[in-house]
């Protein structure tokens, strides 16, 4: 299994942590992670499962960070200043790896008309790059350097063995899973279709706010359509999170075979609390270095929050996720009753203090865990029909949807007005995780799919 962020209970690769729970107990699974994270270190329970687990050194993690700060100046100039002469090419896939830094809020200059130039050059320099010269996605490239720095980790300690399966997660990792399929021949790859990416950045363009911004995503998308197609043609199976992106896997990729796993939650460790707190509080999680995350945030902010504090106005509001931090702690000195919980260890203690959980996104793929978790918590929703997609709930039962800022507060005016309806949506909401969406039957659904596909694959070797 190759995956860009380290697997556990909650965060960005929950799926795989339970995906790989459940065919640890039938295979003999190898990981390897390109990303680390302090604050969410993979538990030591879940690689006692494992045959071997394989992680970029932390020594070696920090030097590519801190080569992308050093040398940064330097690639800008290169950048800027000679594109298109003999190793162009490489010198804007350094460019799109500092686009993908740039788009996460980590702009490099000091701000102002300075930032603002660099940005449009740089984004339209790739965006003409990523067109004309067949560059990679920005979601592909920022994994490249990690992935070059673990490969001759991954030859050294897997020398000699034989795979039956490389499993990746997320489309675009397919270069680096054929560079493993040609160090390990006889395999066959699986791809875990966390999004539909190019489905994803085709929203994030019709919601950015600048031209340059939507022509970026644009054009990521387009990039994005062109290896996910190939990804999924050259996949063994595909599992994907719900049934319409089933539908956008199948359209792009007619031959792909396709199985419909849906996120889901651990029931058990998700459970429902009496609530801490007497005073009306919203809260909202996610990571934060995931744009449509960062828009929702903003969305709700800006259009609707100050909608539901004129009928409720001493409604706090918590912004709780990975980085939260970074992006949104300068809003506390402008926004009264917001609290900003960065990288917690358990999610838990902020579910139970929430009154109600808001998930305004404007864009996404598959299917949101968020919901999940706070429905498993026993919390009143109110969501965008986007951030809900994927999810077999019945409106106004299981939880609230509505897509205009006038809806959305009045949605969470009454929830927080009305207790009685909010108890029984939360306790429909409960029932219904139980039955569809815990991950151990998930998990055992994952581990039927695999084995089908053992056999076959050994036949073809």
Known sequence: MLSPDPPGPYGAAVRLYHFAQALAAEAELHLVVLDQSEFHPVPAEFRSRLASFLELPRDTTQQVRSETALGKILKVAAVVGLPWRKGGRDLLHSALFHACRLNDGKVIGS?????SLYAR????????????LGLQPARSVERALAFERMLPLILQRYSGMRFDVLWFENSYLLREARQLQAAFPGSVLMCNANNVEYSLHERLAGIAVTGVMQRWFRTQADALRRLERQAYAQSRITFACSTEDDRLIRELAPGATTVVISNGVDVEFFQPRKRLRSEPRLLFTGTMGYE??????EYFLQDILPLIRKQVPDCQFCIAGRSARDYFGARTATVSGLEIASDVPDMRPYYEQASVVVVPLRAGSGVRTKILEAMAMGRAIVSTTVGAEGIELQRDHHACLADGPEEFATQVVS?????????????AARELVCAKYDWKSLGNRALATF????EPARDQN
């Open 121 to 132: 050059c740089l984004l339209t320099e790739v965006a003409l790059g990523t067109r004309w």
């Open 111 to 115: 701000g102002g008309i300075a930032r």
């Open 292 to 297: 449509p995350n960062r828009d929702a945030v």
């Open 415 to 427: 929830l927080l007005l009305n207790p009685d309806r909010t108890r029984k949506m939360e306790l």
């Open 451 to 454: 084995q089908a596909s053992l």
